[in-house]
């Protein structure tokens, strides 16, 4: 079979893979990437939540998604959770008390997850399951980070008004007819 030379980033070092290892290598390397990818995302997403609104809700957010499968693609979930679920899974400095929602009193956290869900497309609330059930879906999550790295693009490279006119384009869909 055929050898090839590949030059890894340890000092120009060099070493011979036979087609087998190199297949191998090949995937540690995508699985590596896909790991820091994925960490990058959620990062991100947890940071321009806590920028809209307050850090506790950033927390909630990394803690939803230590609930993902680690096995399964990242972008093509929709995470399904319970506050329940998601309280055990709570940083302990985060802790919210578990009682049960009485009449119009609710639990800090489904209050969190209610104002997380108004103001972010990608988290809904799942009335069909529950009263307590929500859902994160990835791939709106992932086109919401986009459009806000777009617009701040945007805004450095032609200014804050370009960036507001830009949300507006963005908020009507249809805006050329």
């Given at each position: 079979g055929f050898i090839e030379t590949i030059e890894t980033g340890e000092g120009g070092v060099k070493r011979k893979l036979s087609p087998d290892s190199l297949e191998e290598d090949t995937y540690v390397r995508f699985k590596a990437t896909w790991i820091v990818?994925?960490?990058?995302?959620c990062d991100r997403l947890v940071e321009l939540v806590t920028k809209k609104l307050n850090a506790s809700a950033g927390k909630?957010?990394?803690?939803?998604?230590?609930?993902?499968?680690?096995?399964?693609e990242i972008f093509s979930q929709c995470i399904s959770f319970g506050t329940l679920q998601l309280s055990q899974k709570l940083p302990k400095d985060l802790a919210f008390p578990l009682e049960k929602s009485v009449g119009e009193l609710k639990s800090p956290l489904l209050q969190y997850l209610q104002v997380l869900a108004q103001n972010f497309d990608f988290i809904e609330a799942q009335t069909s399951l529950g009263a307590n059930a929500f859902s994160l879906n990835l791939s709106k999550a992932l086109r919401h980070v986009?459009?806000?790295?777009?617009?701040?693009f945007i805004r450095a490279r032609f200014g804050v008004a370009s960036a507001r006119i830009f949300r507006i384009l963005l908020s009507k869909r249809m805006f050329e007819e």
């Amino acid at each position: 079979g055929f050898i090839e030379t590949i030059e890894t980033g340890e000092g120009g070092v060099k070493r011979k893979l036979s087609p087998d290892s190199l297949e191998e290598d090949t995937y540690v390397r995508f699985k590596a990437t896909w790991i820091v990818t994925r960490m990058i995302f959620c990062d991100r997403l947890v940071e321009l939540v806590t920028k809209k609104l307050n850090a506790s809700a950033g927390k909630i957010v990394e803690t939803i998604f230590e609930l993902i499968d680690p096995e399964k693609e990242i972008f093509s979930q929709c995470i399904s959770f319970g506050t329940l679920q998601l309280s055990q899974k709570l940083p302990k400095d985060l802790a919210f008390p578990l009682e049960k929602s009485v009449g119009e009193l609710k639990s800090p956290l489904l209050q969190y997850l209610q104002v997380l869900a108004q103001n972010f497309d990608f988290i809904e609330a799942q009335t069909s399951l529950g009263a307590n059930a929500f859902s994160l879906n990835l791939s709106k999550a992932l086109r919401h980070v986009r459009l806000v790295l777009m617009e701040s693009f945007i805004r450095a490279r032609f200014g804050v008004a370009s960036a507001r006119i830009f949300r507006i384009l963005l908020s009507k869909r249809m805006f050329e007819e």
